[in-house]
């Protein structure tokens, strides 16, 4: 048990289910592999996902006064291969930018939801294959696109949020130097 200024985290996790959830974490990055050779099969596969990282960006964006315009999470061909979604903003500047482009985030918090409540179908294999599968896709949504990344590095904006975000963190986690 883990215990930070009145936070509790428990991880209640055995030998057996490290074991179970880490095949299954393997055998779905492989199928997420073979299906990207079918795009449609491979977006039918990571399309919730795909949904909510757009879907971040589109909340901050509005939050943040970036005024967004398009919200698409459908593929298409680009010159560097398939875009599985994006959202177009038209006031992005040197406060908005790295907020909205770093919003995907902000899933990370979302596993804490999955981890206490994935038992959808009981102590079932059901049950774990599907926890495993929100988890994997949805840690790799919460990774910044380098599209994202580029925007958030654009203009000089993440030199003010990164400290801000720095020291929050600290005051919260209670972190002492």
Known sequence: MLENKGIYLYLHINSEDIILISVVTVVIERLRVYLKKNIFFYFLFVFPFVFLHELTH?????????????????????????SLGEVSSENINFINAFPISM??????????????YFNFFGETI????????????????????????????????????????????????????
């Open 58 to 82: 589109f909340i901050i964006s509005l939050l943040m006064g970036g005024k967004p315009r398009s919200f698409k999470v459908f593929p298409k061909k680009t010159q560097k291969g398939i």
């Open 103 to 116: 919003a995907p985030l902000l899933l990370f918090g979302s596993l804490f939801f999955w981890e206490n």
């Open 126 to 177: 059901y049950s774990y294959i599907l926890f495993v599968y929100i988890i994997v896709n949805v840690t790799i949504s919460a990774i910044p696109s380098s599209q994202d990344i580029k925007v958030a590095m654009s203009n000089f904006g993440f030199l003010v949020w990164v400290p801000i975000i720095a020291i929050t963190t600290m005051e919260v986690f209670n972190v002492v130097f």
